[in-house]
């Protein structure tokens, strides 16, 4: 309740300190905030995965500006030898205005990214999406299978589904590629499991059929109990370390992150940056009120 009351009034908060807390979330504003936060994790031993904020556009005129700004953005990494990749919202390109002009965009991104030999993930959005953006990732996995990537959630009642229907893509040629996370956004009940230790039980039961099926994962989690658990199965499964990787979010348990890389496994981060950056950090805090109790926590625990 508190965190809800809390979430309904940050919109109106001053930007000033809104960036306070969400600096520790965000590279920054620029594309040079966005390279000089990837350098310092390459250096630290992780990979990066670059999100140019920009979601819920009004018009397809910004869905342009936004696949101009991510062109920019795949040249700009490729220069800097960033070892990196890149992640897209398809509602920052039109999903729900024009889902054709929508694939027009993101074509050109993962085109640009394949020609560099690079890699693109389509984000997982609000249910609403999710289907568009299977058929989006059809569509580019069909042209480009090396070089693009979905979400799924563990959250969704129908993901287990989705992956037995995506399996028939899978071939070695044409290698499935992954990130399994938990699901951000608040979903009914009706399609979604609420209970944490059920979300848990899912994503463990996804995240098996991915590792026994081969396809490539990136493991998207800060809970200590699925890591474990990931640990587990990599093991049952005799994986090596190139097969997956762990992926976290920038600026979230970086402790957790430190001891995953200290056992040898492969991390990326999600660093998102961006003009938009106060929408975002507003949305997200509307989208899912339990973020606020992190948020608080960070404001009273600035080192
Ligand atoms: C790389 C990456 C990409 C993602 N992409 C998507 C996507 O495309 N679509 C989508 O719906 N969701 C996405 N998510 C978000 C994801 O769905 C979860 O909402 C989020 O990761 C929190 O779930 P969790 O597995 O960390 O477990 P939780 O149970 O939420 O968190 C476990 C623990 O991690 C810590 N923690 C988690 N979040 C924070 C935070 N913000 N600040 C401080 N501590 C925190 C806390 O200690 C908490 O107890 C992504 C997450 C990651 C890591």
């Not at 890699?119 to 580019?140: H, P, Q, T, Y």
């Not at 499991?193 to 081969?214: A, P």
């Amino acid at each position: 309740m508190f965190n809800r009351i809390v979430s309904s009034l940050i919109p109106l908060f001053p930007k000033k300190f809104i960036w306070t807390f969400s600096k520790r979330y965000i590279a920054g504003e620029s594309i040079e905030d966005a390279l000089r936060v990837s350098h310092k994790l390459n250096e630290e031993g992780m990979m990066v995965t670059l999100d140019v904020l920009g979601e819920f556009i009004k018009d397809l005129d910004e869905a342009e500006r936004n696949k101009q700004e991510y062109l920019q953005v795949i040249d700009r990494l490729t220069e800097e030898k960033i070892d990196g990749n890149f992640s897209v919202k398809p509602s920052s390109f039109g999903l729900l205005i024009d889902e054709e002009a929508c694939y027009r965009h993101i074509r050109e991104i993962v085109s640009k990214a394949a020609g560099y030999n690079n890699f693109v993930r389509i984000d997982m959005e609000d249910s609403k999406c999710v289907d568009r953006e299977i058929r989006l990732f059809r569509r580019l996995h069909e042209e480009f299978p090396r070089n693009v990537g979905l979400v799924l959630q563990a959250y969704l009642r129908r993901t287990l589904d989705d992956l037995k229907a995506l399996t028939p893509l899978h071939t070695p040629e044409t290698p499935l590629n992954f990130r399994l996370c938990k699901g951000i956004y608040v979903e009914p009940a009706r399609i979604a499991y609420k209970d944490h230790d059920e979300i848990n039980q899912h994503y463990l039961e996804d995240l098996e059929y991915i590792f026994s099926h081969g396809f490539y994962v990136g493991i998207a989690t800060h809970d200590q109990f699925l890591i474990d658990n990931a640990y587990r199965l990599i093991e049952k499964y005799g994986l090596k370390k190139d097969e997956y990787e762990f992926q976290m979010l920038y600026g979230v348990t970086p402790e957790r992150r430190a001891s995953i890389l200290r056992k040898g496994h492969r991390m990326r981060v999600y660093v998102p940056f961006g003009k938009d950056w106060f929408g975002y950090s507003t949305r997200r805090l509307k989208e899912n009120p339990q973020i606020t109790s992190y948020i608080i926590k960070a404001l009273f625990n600035r080192k």
